[in-house]
């Protein structure tokens, strides 16, 4: 999961669980109000009647019997003497259902199975009707009276459904509307991360020099950009340092060695026939090990002056022509192996580059393809055109490489196998230095093989080199 989804989930949850216990809260407060209300009616309805009862006028003061058969009056009152406890009046609603006494003074939910037949009181399917009970100790005019009076639920629970469903629907849309604001907020609060990725994405050893920009103030981010722009110099000045030092070390070791191997041809040619025979043995071994010195310093004088460069002088290479040639050259090395080689080139393959970088290229390929085969295997040259680009695909025979490797063989120093390697003089950096003039010339190189039966080196490059 995203950061951006986890501080959105996050911010959502926050705020779901924030709603959550506001809604409760206010679920609580509400809910109180309707029995406060009710509570509230229910005591001045117990004191008129007493009023009325004191007046002598309680019968006049009610509504008339209706059809219902208990009259409009909605509610459930008895009203006794206190004294000796005998039932002054009773509505006719109080006559046709019994509901549970409560003390004076205290209240009470009762819930009781009523008919629709009997009385229809807007009871649900299971005929079951809640009151809300209270009783009072009431004196009036010198007399004390004892009133139980209740009301039926029925609204109040359709108006508390109606405040949970209210709630609940509000609680939903807040946290829809939270899930929204909080994609956008975690979007605004990583928008300077996802701009450090991407400079960070494109800065590679080519532009070492690039920074992430810094902005005013000394926020995290700023913090953040300021290490990662340390980190950049530091690695930088490694990359430089590493790069003069392996130029300037095989600069340096190019004239010792060549005065090495100059000696001891002098050495082995005056005294030859003198020399005992373990002599000459080792002085063909120094020199075979001093000549493998040589090419290895050479190579790494080229892969370092290639590395240095940023762009070619571009010019029109043939190459049919250049490939032509050079499949000329190493046929004869080819014939030695009793390797076969085969070039299906078109007449015109023309591009813009660098004629002597992309000779030293190719010429890497065609001498890896011949080196690493078998006796009597095959070497395939073809190209092929594209409306974009030219391709050309050399194809050997031979042990081939492991899946896990094909990327490996582009790094410096890397070999497939390193004992094959030393038996034919290999460093490792051929195909660096491949790689490197192609991506030099705007293209990719790309190894595909079947261990133990082929590779392929296959190269792309644009007709036209862009800068």
Known sequence: MTVKKRIMLFIACAGFITSLLFSVVVFCELIEQPFAILDKELKQEAYRAVRMIGLGQLESALPPVDSAGYGSYPYWLKIYERDSGIILYQSNLA???NL????????????????PQQIYLGQPKNNEATFRIRSFAITYAGRGFT?????????????IWELALGLVAGLIFSSMVLIVISYFVAGKILKPIGTMRNLIHNISDKNLGQRIPVGAGSGEFNE????????????????VKQRNFLFDTSHEMKTPLSTMRLAIDEIYSANSENLPAFLQENLSRLNNQVLRLERLVKNLLNLSSLEMLDNIKPETVHLTDLLTSLAADYRFLAEAQNIKMDIKLPDKLIISGDTDKLNRAFSNILDNAIKYNIDGGQVNVEGKQTTDSIVIEVTNTGPGIAENEKDKVFEQFYRVEKSRSIRHGGSGLGLAIVKRIIELHGGNVEMNSVQGEWAKLTVFLPHMYKQ
């Open 224 to 239: 953040l950009a300021v290490t990662i722009n340390r980190m950049l110099d530091m690695l930088q000045y490694s990359f």
């Open 95 to 97: 006559k046709l259902v």
């Open 100 to 115: 549970p006494s409560v003390e004076p003074g205290s209240k009470d939910i009762a819930s009781i199975v009523i008919p």
């Open 147 to 159: 009133v139980q009076i209740a009301r039926s639920m029925f609204k109040l629970k359709d108006e």
